[in-house]
DNA sequence: GCACGCAAGTTTGCATACAAATTTCATTTC
DNA sequence: GAAATGAAATTTGTATGCAAACTTGCGTGC
């Protein structure tokens, strides 16, 4: 899971750091009320950094607001097809820049992380997990964006409570592997719109798949260009 | 300004508002310590709004950590230039959006406005601005992307604070007016793509203007494709 | 004249107190 | 047996208390 943006403050923090984890892991369902007393009593601290870190979670949208108090955020279908866009948008972005403008170090890295994926055997599950991970900071990295990189992994959150980081197939290794290696030709060969194109091009693929494994019905529209 | 979630609880959100507003306009400097005690007594409350309101500042990137306590968020301008790239991503995609898939009715919204604003005097500032605000904000409805939406606003908190707001020169309207007039062309050809590179255009040279009036250096590699 | 140190004053981080609003639940009524 | 009622129990929103950490500024020694 990205980093988010510590704070000073140490059991705000913390708090915010671990009912995040259980947000984004299920551990805490959708919809669930969320008890500051529970919480508080649960983690060994006052009410007053868990209500902070609720603060927090609520400006993140992990949270919302009740009529009384706070539950955990439910995504909609719909919802996960709109966050799904916004990283369609951000992350080819960053392809793009990383084409444009990535170091040579930079692409180098890329490279190296893409090649070491293409090694993995499919039951190699966690390794897969990280380097997707890595794949895709790299790029971020080479993006000359930090900004752009915390705006992504801003939307990233949004739909990990969702199952999508369980689409573990081999199928869906070999497919990821065939995107990546677009996205790699491209930037190579300093071509930002195509970095572009490949790399939204792969985001909708995870996401179709992602609809067909969790069996939740696709929204419309979700297919562009 | 565009509107940002609303809370239940009263005072936490009422603090939030006005230190946002206050952060945004300028009003509150770049660098300023923000002392809580100090908020609390302006603002009549006590420090347990202040606190939480800080919080969802913070995770808003709107105030930063210090040592102690918190001060207003200084943009360098290369953060500045980040910010303006995260906004050519987000906002290219949603016009690319808006004529791939904009209902006639948004397109005609988007036509309207425009038109409207074609008509506008130099020295109508107030409405210019207004214009400008209205014809954004259509070509993001016509997205059907309320998520993305929510993204570019957040983006756009981000240079607030810095002087483009009053970017208000004749040249400017000019500038926009034909800015706009390509976007509307591409939505009205239904051409994503050629909307996408419009928008962006538009937004670059939006910023390519606002180094030049408030004189910042512009950082280096502005400029894209 | 400069540096160091120490004490007083701020200011924060966390905990707790308290009242108001809401929910729950048992009891009554039909 | 179902609905209504009202009192008790939760739970929140805000305020305040308190100790620890950091700053400030003055005085002292060199």
Redesign the interface.
């Known amino acids: 899971m990205p980093p988010d ?1 510590p ?2 403050s140490r059991l ?1 923090s913390d708090v915010y750091a671990v009912l995040r984890r259980q947000i984004v892991t299920g551990e805490l369902r959708p919809n669930q009320p969320l008890i500051e007393l529970d919480i508080a009593e649960r983690l060994q601290v006052s009410r ?1 950094p868990v ?3 609720l ?2 979670l ?4 992990l949270v919302v ?4 108090g706070w539950a955990v955020r439910e995504f909609t279908p719909d ?1 996960i097809r ?2 799904a ?2 990283r ?3 992350e ?3 392809a ?2 990383a084409a ?2 990535g170091s040579p170090s930079d692409i180098a890295a890329i490279v190296a992380i893409h090649e070491r994926r293409l090694k993995l055997r499919s039951s190699d599950e966690a390794m897969r997990v990280k380097t997707n991970r890595d794949f895709h900071d790299a790029i971020m990295r080479a993006s ?5 990189t915390d ?1 992504i992994y801003h ?1 990233g959150q ?1 739909y990990f409570n969702a199952p999508i980081a369980r689409v573990t197939t081999g199928e869906e290794l070999a497919l990821g592997n065939a995107d990546h290696a677009l996205i790699v030709a491209a930037i190579k060969k300093r071509d ?2 195509a970095a572009e194109k490949a790399m939204r091009a792969h985001i909708q693929r995870t996401f179709a798949l992602f609809w067909r494994v969790t069996g939740l019905a696709e929204p419309l ?1 979700v297919r ?2």
Do not use: C
């Open positions: 943006d704070l000073p705000s007053t209500r902070e870190s603060q927090r609520a400006h993140a949208g607001p009740r009529k009384r919802e709109q966050n866009e916004v369609m948008a951000l080819g972005y960053a793009s820049l444009l403008r000359g964006n930090p900004r752009l705006a939307s949004f930002g719109p529209d562009q260009e």
